[in-house]
């Protein structure tokens, strides 16, 4: 587990002014500026507020799909967002359950508090701070039964390896008297001599009534190969299955940021209730410069066969862009039914409408219209070096006089974790 990252050069993390960058060497977290969301209009790129808020999109019931007509003055507004909202996603008699989860062991000074409860959906990624990492300074091995019953255990390690690879972690769980509920999890922080650092953690549970869960979260910061500008990259992955009835989901969420304000978001979920399946996938790209992606894609389907979806995209840069999407509806007798969409942004004020459905609906007009977007992510760089206080505090190990980092650019930052069963397409046929 030798870490060795493939950067070009050992680099130290340090804060610092832009005036500062020529004259300083490794590598370097500088905080640029906020930008400007970007208003095109009359042929000029104006800026407005320099707050841009969170993510959003919004999107009505797709089941509903097929009652929406078109109006050309009542296109989606994209000057407001809302929340994004589960997507075909009725609650459950499981869903209620997570609520009654709650410890089984005493929270004494003589063994780990339990964490026997399942992540819950759609909460993104959380904060380091969120998950209260404390490793031990020394070797431990310790185990106990509290005043109810209940055992845990407790183990804290440090392993070494070679390029200055160093692991300090700690495992921990429990169970319950009768061992129908059981909970684990690990914490762990890496480092090696090149500058990688990487701050973890991994649960997993279980309880009387048959409900399972997993959840792993990572930190990770490097120098990326290319740039030799920083990095920091986080993730997430949860699922939770039901015990008692045909239910469970899975959601797969990463954020990648460097130092000069390239930013890449996104996130896929699946989840299934009884006789109903749904999916999600969104993804969010910023260059730094301007330049930016977004798109989503959601679609569920029935046992019975009734499928149904909706999806957009969005390219802009320097105000000039466009916007696409379709929404679209399967019955159960293969009945077909779609509407696509289009918006062509010039830059100018002008904006070319279009689109089309299989009901013989159509339109295509140009009208005089505000361009509007995020030109930046409402969280970048700036904010995730101000959360990330424990993973740049990582110390790696003393490099002795005349011992350098051994470069390897073949090597993987990571190993991925596998996801479920293969997804479906998401197929408007």
């Not at 407790?154 to 070679?162: A, F, K």
């Not at 015990?243 to 930013?263: F, L, M, P, Q, S």
């Not at 089309?356 to 339109?363: D, R, V």
């Not at 101000?386 to 993973?391: A, E, H, I, P, V």
Request: negative net charge.
């Amino acid at each position: 587990m030798a870490a060795a990252r493939g950067f070009t050069t050992p680099f130290s993390v340090k804060l610092l002014r832009k005036s500062d960058l020529a004259s300083k060497n490794g590598m370097v977290l500088e905080i640029p500026r906020k930008k400007r969301r970007l208003l095109a209009v009359g042929g000029l790129v104006k800026c407005c507020c320099s707050e841009i808020r969170g993510v959003r999109r919004s999107s009505k019931n797709a089941e509903d799909c097929d009652e929406r007509l078109f109006d050309p003055n009542n296109r989606p507004n994209y000057r407001r967002r809302v929340p994004i909202m589960p997507f075909a996603s009725p609650q459950s008699r499981f869903a209620s359950k997570q609520e009654k989860f709650s410890s089984r062991c005493t929270p004494r000074n003589t063994g780990p508090q339990s964490r026997d409860s399942p992540p819950k959906r759609d909460t993104g990624i959380a904060n380091e701070k969120d998950w209260g990492i404390s490793l031990q300074n020394e070797n431990v091995v310790e185990s106990g039964t509290n005043e109810d019953g209940s055992s845990w255990y407790r183990e804290s390690e440090e392993d070494l390896g070679d390029n200055g690879y160093r692991c300090r972690w700690t495992r921990m769980g429990g169970q319950s008297p009768d061992a129908t509920s059981e909970w684990k999890e690990t914490w762990w922080e890496k480092s090696d001599w090149t500058g990688y650092k990487e701050l973890g953690v991994e649960k997993s549970g279980r309880n009387a009534e048959g409900d399972s869960w997993w959840e792993t979260w990572r930190e990770v910061l490097h120098q990326d190969e290319w740039s030799n500008l920083a990095r920091i990259e986080r993730s997430a992955q949860k699922q939770a299955k039901s015990g008692t009835e045909n239910a469970g989901w899975y959601e797969n969420w990463w954020e990648k940021y460097d130092a000069k304000g390239w930013t890449e978001k996104g996130a896929h979920k699946y989840g299934r209730l009884n006789e109903q399946s749904w999916w999600e996938k969104w993804g969010e790209n910023y260059d730094g410069r301007g330049s930016i992606l977004k798109w989503t894609d959601k679609w569920a389907e029935t046992e019975l066969g009734t499928k149904w979806g909706d999806k957009w995209e969005e390219k802009f840069f320097a105000g000039i862009g466009s916007r696409q999407g379709e929404t679209w509806h399967v019955s159960p007798s293969s009945e077909r039914w779609s509407r696509t969409w289009g918006e062509e942004h010039f830059g100018n004020g002008k904006v070319h409408k279009y689109g089309k459905s299989t009901t013989g609906e159509s339109w295509d007009i140009v009208v005089d219209e505000e361009t509007y977007y995020e030109a930046e992510p409402h969280y970048g760089w700036a904010d995730v070096v101000g959360d990330s206080s424990q993973l740049l505090s990582i110390e790696p190990q003393e490099r002795p006089p005349g011992v350098f980092p051994i470069l390897d650019f073949g090597s993987s930052m990571s190993t991925p974790i596998e996801p479920p069963p293969e997804e479906p397409s998401a197929s408007s046929e």
